[in-house]
């Protein structure tokens, strides 16, 4: 186990979760990522916290939910990291953990290359005050609108909150992402319509090769054209999966496009929308699956009114 590895781990559980010794740590594992966990074990053993390790079997989608026991660790415990695969942001699970007084951070598709690389590196600071300041304009709008290579997508966020991932979860009840920056918000369900050019990369895909083309009615994607088109769709399934379910933009300017969802949508210059999933951040869909899928450098209107061009804010 490497030293370098631990010490990186303690300053995350110590500065981004507030972790102090005698209080409880949940590390949530499964197998593909248990050597980052074991790190973070040690991590939270040495800075005195009653520190459990669950390991999981795999998930086989993002939205899945954990063994029953697993979920009740997570919401008996003061603070939980999840180091996973795929995500367990947008489950009941997280939710209730956070409800019951859990600072929890989610680290889904984590490499260890971005255990000390990219996004992880940002002054969270910086990243929160942004963050932060873009939730709180997302709160006070009711259309979105986003252009890009002549193409549009239009939807509704009329009484919807915004969120913020800032990377700092220090208080009961915060939970986000690590690495972490971004605002995001749940679209009202079946007003969205026209067309997004994904190009940056998409959640259990990877980044893309070529972009691909969706076209939304009614807040539901009815058509994926271009080379990954066809295994978006499969991924999503045919119910509610396809359900319009987020809109992000990222704050990190230290993050990249790896291929790994969880950094990309944090990139500066990019937002993600994302399908399936809504019910854990103030919409009402729960179908067992959230695919994000990352734009680079987009055109985004609010009520009419520009404040992101090619990626850069301008209001």
């Known amino acids: 186990m490497s030293e370098t590895r631990i010490e990186t781990a303690r300053n995350l559980l110590r500065d981004c979760l507030g972790v102090q010794a005698g209080e409880s740590l949940v590390v949530v ?30 998930r086989s989608r993002s939205g899945e939910e954990p063994p029953a026991a697993v979920a009740d660790a997570m919401a008996a415990a ?34 260890e290359d971005m255990f000390s690389q990219g996004a992880i590196t940002a002054d969270y600071g910086r990243v929160r ?6 939730t709180a304009r997302l709160s006070d709008v009711s259309e979105v609108r986003v252009e890009k290579n002549g193409r549009s997508l239009s939807f509704s966020v009329a009484g919807r909150d915004g969120v913020p991932s800032t990377g700092l979860y220090l208080n009961p009840g915060e939970s986000g992402n690590l690495p972490s920056g971004e605002a995001y918000i749940a679209p ?19 980044a893309l090769e070529a972009p691909v083309l969706l076209r939304i009615e009614d807040g539901r994607l009815v058509a994926a054209e271009g080379l990954e088109g066809a295994r978006l769709l499969e991924i999503l399934g045919g119910g509610e999966g396809r359900t319009l379910a987020e809109f992000g933009i990222g704050t990190n300017d230290k993050a990249r496009i790896t291929g790994v969802v969880l950094e990309d949508e944090k ?28 734009v680079k450098e987009p055109d985004v209107y609010f009520d009419g009114k520009p404040v992101i061009r090619a990626g850069e804010w301008i209001d």
Do not use: W
């Open 29 to 58: 594992a499964d197998d593909s990522r248990r050597d980052l966990a074991d790190s973070l074990y040690e991590a939270g053993r040495r800075l005195g916290a009653e520190t459990v390790l669950a390991v999981m079997g795999e």
């Open 78 to 111: 003061a603070a939980v990291v999840c180091v996973t695969r795929h995500s367990l942001t947008h489950t009941q699970a997280r939710k209730r953990a956070a409800a019951a007084g859990a600072r929890v951070a989610t680290m889904p598709g984590i490499t």
């Open 129 to 134: 005050e942004l963050t932060e300041r873009v």
């Open 188 to 206: 009202v369900e079946g007003r969205g319509g026209g067309e997004i050019l994904v190009d940056g990369s998409i959640a259990g895909i990877g």
């Open 267 to 294: 990139v500066y210059g990019t937002i993600h929308i994302a399908f399936g999933s809504n019910h854990t951040f103030g919409g009402t869909v729960d179908a067992g699956v959230h695919i994000d899928c990352v």
